[in-house]
């Protein structure tokens, strides 16, 4: 079974900097390509970024490119980032992280801000942006 640990959220101000972390823990091996999502109060969750290492491959929400950005630790391949900065009150929410089955990998560029595909989920990281 695939667990997936997700820590690093706070409260910043606008324009603030945070760093939130994955760890995938478990089946790690089953794990190829992972994902973060956000959800805010009365609204959908929504994809925020994902990485498939093997295919070299990134993506991105329009409302974060260019402030966010998904890696892979080089040394710890269990572990995901998201680094994201110039934080906007927009960007408050629930962040997850999530990972599709491994077959889904070399497809993601299609899917890959569709939270139906993801199987396994982590428990969830507040970030909180004050104006």
């Known amino acids: 079974q695939v667990q997936l640990v997700e820590s690093g959220g706070g409260s910043v101000q606008t324009g603030g900097s945070l760093r939130l972390s994955c760890v995938i823990a478990g089946s790690a091996q089953n794990v190829k390509c992972l994902g973060w999502f956000r959800q805010a109060p009365g609204k959908e969750r929504e994809g925020v970024a994902s990485?498939?290492?093997?295919?070299?491959?990134?993506?991105y929400a329009d409302a974060v490119k260019g402030r966010f950005t998904i890696y892979q630790d080089r040394a710890k391949n269990t572990t995901i980032y998201l680094q994201m900065t110039n934080l906007k009150p927009e960007d408050t929410a629930m962040y997850y992280c999530?990972?599709?089955?491994?077959?889904?990998?070399?497809?993601?560029?299609?899917?890959?801000?569709?939270?139906?595909?993801?199987?396994?989920w982590g428990q969830g990281t507040q970030v909180t942006v004050s104006s």
């Open positions: 999530a990972a599709p089955e491994r077959l889904t990998c070399p497809v993601l560029s299609g899917v890959w801000d569709q939270r139906s595909w993801y199987q396994y």
């Open positions: 990485i498939y290492p093997g295919g070299g491959s990134r993506y």
